[in-house]
Nanobody
Framework: QVQLVESGGGLVQAGGSLRLSCSAS????????MGWYRRAPGNQREFVAS???????EYADSVKGRFTISRDNAKNTVSLQMNSLKPEDTAVYYC?????????WGQGTQVTVSS
């Protein structure tokens, strides 16, 4: 069984920063990628950023230049540094783990950006 535990969400003013972390444990197998998605109220879950095993990273256009994803492969963790936050970044953020056996999701962590 695979578990993803997220931390780091909270309330911040516009222009501020937060750092999300996600730790994966259990029978993980081979990791293809780790990343972050988010779901704002009334919206569908959307892609935010991913880190593919082997080095490449991808970002949604809406967060490029403001968010940075990083991984610690030895610890099976992925982090998301979020700077210059905007009210439209308010959402529940979910950690995603893609392995050769399937995809897994964290429980989500709330990020609220006040104007």
């Amino acid at each position: 069984q695979v578990q993803l535990v997220e931390s780091g969400g909270g309330l911040v003013q516009a222009g501020g920063s937060l750092r999300l972390s996600c730790s994966a444990s259990g029978n993980i197998g081979s990791i293809n990628a780790m990343g972050w998605y988010r779901r704002a109220p009334g919206n569908q879950r959307e892609f935010v950023a991913s880190s593919v095993t082997g080095g490449s990273t991808e970002y949604a256009d809406s967060v490029k230049g403001r968010f940075t994803i990083s991984r610690d492969n030895a610890k099976n963790t992925v982090s998301l540094q979020m700077n210059s936050l905007k009210p439209e970044d308010t959402a529940v953020y979910y950690c995603n783990l893609a392995t050769g056996w399937g995809a897994y999701w964290g429980q989500g962590t709330q990020v609220t950006v006040s104007s």
